[in-house]
Each structure stands twice: as C-alpha cells, then as structure tokens.
C-alpha cells in the first residue's frame, strides 16, 4: 500500500546493545522507504556511521552547572524532542527501551499538547526495561505509568509481553514485533582465509557475543568449552567487551585453558567473524529476544542456548540448535558434542538454522512497524 512519506522520531541508545541496533536498523529501513527519520540521542548511534539520504541525528547536549551532581539527560532530552517535533513536523515518536525514554516521551507530548502539536508515541520494550531494571522499586511507578501513557507499547516477543503484562498488572494492549534480521548483511559466506587464520590446525570455531554482563553467564560458556575442548579440537571466541571480561579471563587462566580462548573485544563487522564459527552459544539467565542468537543463525551457525525468556522463540530445539535449562553446562557441551561430532547432523543443523532465521527477515518484520505507525496517525 502506497502512503505518504512520513516524518519519524527515534530515541534510543546509541551503544552496541541489541535495542540501539534494533532502533537503528529500523530506522535506516525506513529511511530507504522514503520516510523522514531523525535520530535523537546522546551519542551518534554505533549503526549511524555513514551518511544515509532521508536520516537526520540531533545530538542532546547537557548543560555544566554546579549544582548537577546527576547532570539532568532528561530534562534536556525532553526539551530535543520538542524542537525536532515541532522544526521538522514529526508524525510520531518511537522510543527504544522504556527508561527513561517512555516518560520523557510523555512528558514531551504533554508540553507538545500546550502548543497545540500532537505526537503520538510508540513505546517498545526490550528486555531489561522490564526484567530486570523496570522492576526495581527506583523505576517501577514512572515504568508502570509511562506504558499506561505510550499509544502504543510493543514488546520484541511473547515472552517479554507475557512479563510485562505480569510485572507492570497492566491490562492494555502490546504488540509483539519481534527482532529482525537484515539477509543482505547477515549470510552464509564464510571467509576460509579468515578461518584458517584463528583455526591454525583446523579446529572447530565455538562462539560468542555481548556486551559481556552477568545476565549473560559467560562463565557458563567457558566451563562448556573446557568440556568440549577435551573431545574435540576446539578454539573458543569471545567477542565484545563489559563488566565480566576481567574476571573470565581469569577463568581461563585457571582452567588452563587460556591460550584457546580468544578475547577479540568489541567488533564491527561481527557478520565476518560469525561466518567463521561452527557453533555460537547463548546462556543468558534473561533474553527477551536475543539478536545476536539469530545473527548467528542467519549465517548458518547453529546455537546451543538457555531456555530462558524470548529466547526459545527464536533458537528451535532440536532444530536450529539447542535449548538447555540455565546453568547446565553438562547438558549443553553434551549436546554441542553431538552437533560438532558429526558431520552430517553439523551441516543439517546449519542449512535449519538458516531457514528459521529467514522466519525473521527485515522485509516480513518491518511492514508490521509501519502498520502500527500508520495506526498511530490515524488514532491521533
Ligand atoms: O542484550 C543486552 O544486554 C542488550 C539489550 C539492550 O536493550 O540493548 O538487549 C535487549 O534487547 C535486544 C533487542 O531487542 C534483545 O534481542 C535482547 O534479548 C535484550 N536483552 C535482554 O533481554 C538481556
């Protein structure tokens, strides 16, 4: 259906974390529909590296007082959103994780109001917003409250929209869009040179990558490697950077395994890298969704994962991979064995692996972005 080019606020987080390239993507893809999008945020998002037609950023800058000891992010986030709203006419506001941008979003649409400018807002929720941060008593209210208040709230799975409904004893209507995929960036084209170059003597490529916070159970991923290590000659990548990274290496250290365990720190091209592993692993205690899981899948690596949150909904047992109870490091080398060991089953594994992360391409995800922003005009 063919309809008016639109004028799109984003405000999201510019870091490497799953929701700002999630808001980035998303909007560069609109961008490439003829929509206007702008881009509101501290930093210039990791994703918005090069020039693209129809995408602006505006850069919320902080005022030095002496009194801030909090500089006030929020204040002055509120006062961007108005100014790009009202100078460049915007349709709608999307933000990406709900603190503090939902109520900020509110606040900006309350003062909008004052001047007579509507702008409808769509709130979309990406995991720790809820799980984990949301809930505690600091954001609870202003979290609770903000999701009552956005015209629309979408969550990135069911999982993620059965806890929120749970935590937040909200009754209004969520949305599930799940995380997408971008085919064109993320396929199977493994650069032999590239492995041969980590797999000197042809080992199997175990992978992983985050931003390296507790959630994520990195240590887990080790202990498997030092079981599947001992079987089969294996290296272990690790790649991102956070708060654990000291203490796994440290782990390493001790299991004695440190010289096969590679810390390749934060990457840019990580569809590269991907394409080199045999097996990636995802063992987090929280995930909504988890992006990196279906990266790997897209580029036909297969994913030994935790059955937790939303992440079932994206890795299939025995079908792209594996889904294990949290913490059952024995369980999962047990079934990254079975898949490493043989050949046929490995290869199997990588062709189904690849066709459920089709389930998740861009162009089937998108267009269920747009009906909700089309939605939302028509409601305002
Ligand atoms: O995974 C992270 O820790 C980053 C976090 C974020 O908000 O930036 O990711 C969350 O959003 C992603 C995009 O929607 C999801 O794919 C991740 O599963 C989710 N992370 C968690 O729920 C821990």
Same mark, same amino acid.
């Given at each position: 259906?063919q309809h008016?080019s639109l004028n799109i !606020?984003v ?5 490497? !974390?799953?929701?700002?390239?999630v808001a980035t993507e998303l909007g560069k893809a609109m961008a490439g529909e003829g929509h206007n999008v702008h881009f ?7 994703r918005l590296?090069s020039y693209q037609p129809n995408v602006w ?123 997408f995929i971008d085919l064109l960036r ?103 969704? !988890?992006? /990196? ?16 949150? !939303? ?8 079908? /792209? ?19 490493? /060991? ?19 391409e861009l162009k089937k995800i998108m267009p269920?972005y747009m009906?909700?922003y ?7």
């Amino acid at each position: 259906m063919q309809h008016k080019s639109l004028n799109i !606020g984003v405000v999201c987080y510019p870091t490497y !974390g799953g929701s700002g390239v999630v808001a980035t993507e998303l909007g560069k893809a609109m961008a490439g529909e003829g929509h206007n999008v702008h881009f509101i945020s501290y930093k210039r998002p990791a994703r918005l590296s090069s020039y693209q037609p129809n995408v602006w950023y505006h850069e919320v800058t902080n005022f030095e007082y002496p009194l801030f000891d909090f500089k006030p992010y929020d204040t002055a986030l509120a006062s961007k959103i108005v100014d790009v709203a009202l100078h460049y006419e915007l349709d709608l506001l999307h933000v990406h994780y709900a603190i503090p941008h939902a109520i900020i979003a509110y606040i900006a649409r309350s003062i909008l109001e004052s001047k007579n400018k509507r702008l409808p807002i769509i709130t979309t929720l990406h995991g720790t917003d809820i799980t984990l941060v949301g809930i505690e008593g600091s954001f609870y209210p202003v979290v609770q409250f903000s999701i009552q208040q956005s015209d629309f709230v979408t969550t990135v799975s069911e999982s993620l929209k059965k806890d929120t409904i749970k935590a937040f004893e909200t009754n209004r209507e969520i949305v599930v869009i799940p995380n997408f995929i971008d085919l064109l960036r993320f396929n199977s084209s493994p650069n032999i040179e590239l492995k041969k170059s980590f797999a000197k003597n042809n080992e199997l490529i175990l992978m992983h990558i985050s931003n390296f916070r507790k959630v994520k159970r990195i240590p887990d991923i080790i202990r498997i490697f030092d079981i599947v290590q001992k079987e089969i000659p294996a290296i272990l990548l690790l790649i991102g950077d956070g708060p654990e990274r000291s203490q796994l290496e440290d782990l390493c250290r001790e299991l004695d395994i440190e010289p096969k365990v590679l810390f390749l720190g934060k990457q840019e091209s990580v569809e590269e890298l991907l394409n080199i592993a045999d097996l990636f692993y995802l063992t987090s205690d929280h995930e909504s969704f !988890g992006l /990196s899981a279906l990266e790997a899948m897209a580029c036909g690596v297969p994913v030994i994962s935790s059955n937790i949150g !939303g992440i079932p909904e994206v890795n299939v047992h025995d079908y /792209s991979g594996y889904v294990c109870e949290v913490g059952d490091i024995h369980d999962m080398a047990a079934k990254s064995l079975s898949i490493l /060991s043989d050949p046929i089953k490995h290869s199997k594994f990588k062709e189904q692996a690849l066709e459920q992360a089709r389930k998740f391409e861009l162009k089937k995800i998108m267009p269920q972005y747009m009906n909700l922003y089309l939605r939302c005009i028509k409601n305002g």
